[in-house]
């Protein structure tokens, strides 16, 4: 059994993880471009509104040409600038107030927006779950170029749990407890973040992203 204050706890730790982001203003734009990705992911399982992963796509498009972004010049990065660019001439369009675009036009572009990271990203994804497989893959390659936290990584593959996915890596079980243990003892937070990161490590050795035609 967790310990009382569940909830004071998790607010605590998700504003002292959100006060840490916002100080890497070199890296904004790599944040952003993780939270757009997962964003497609969770879109796979109607998540949120399409709107969401729109926003997204509209922060990134907001750091995108700014030269002071640090790069990490990885494949990663330019697969993930890549759905970024492919996305453009259909999100681009709904990216304006809601009031100005008419519903249809969102859930016409929601198929692409599912589909288009993935095969951008993964190269490919012929398991059960290739929203999971995105959103796994993403939040633990952003972390390993820097641009993620490890509890903010734990977290985004955790929420998906509740759509029970196909957990191949078996990744939901050891991230759940560390996510857990992340926010129930505080003193032991950096040892607890360097498991996440291991447990992610692990993962981005064993998948066999990215494909490569």
């Given at each position: 059994m967790r310990p009382p204050g569940v909830l004071e706890r998790v607010r605590a730790v998700a504003a002292a993880e959100r006060a840490i982001i916002r100080s890497?203003?070199?890296?904004?734009?790599?944040?952003?471009?993780?939270s757009f990705i997962s964003g497609c992911g969770r879109q796979g399982y109607s998540d949120h509104s399409v709107l969401t992963p729109i926003r997204m796509?509209?922060?990134?498009?907001?750091?995108?040409?700014?030269?002071?972004?640090r790069r990490t010049g990885s494949d990663f990065e330019r697969r993930c600038l890549d759905a970024f660019?492919?996305?453009r001439p259909i999100v681009e369009p709904l990216a304006i107030p809601p009031d100005d675009v008419q519903l249809d036009a969102w859930?016409?572009?929601e198929p692409m927006i599912v589909d288009v990271p993935v095969r951008s990203v993964l190269g490919a994804s012929d398991g059960p779950d290739p929203s999971f497989d995105l959103i796994?893959?993403?939040e633990a390659s952003a972390l390993a170029e820097g641009n993620n936290t490890p509890y903010f990584a734990a977290c985004a593959i955790v929420a998906v749990e509740i759509y029970r996915p196909s957990d191949p890596f078996g990744l939901l079980a050891p991230l759940g407890e560390l996510r857990m243990r992340y926010e129930d003892e505080p003193d032991s937070r950096d040892a607890t973040g360097a498991e996440i990161a291991a447990v992610l490590d692990d993962f981005r050795a064993r998948a066999p992203w990215p494909i490569r035609a």
């Open positions: 890497w203003a070199d890296r904004q734009l790599g944040l952003a471009m993780c796509w509209r922060r990134v498009d907001s750091f995108v040409d700014d030269g002071g972004q660019e492919q996305l859930d016409a572009a796994c893959w993403n």
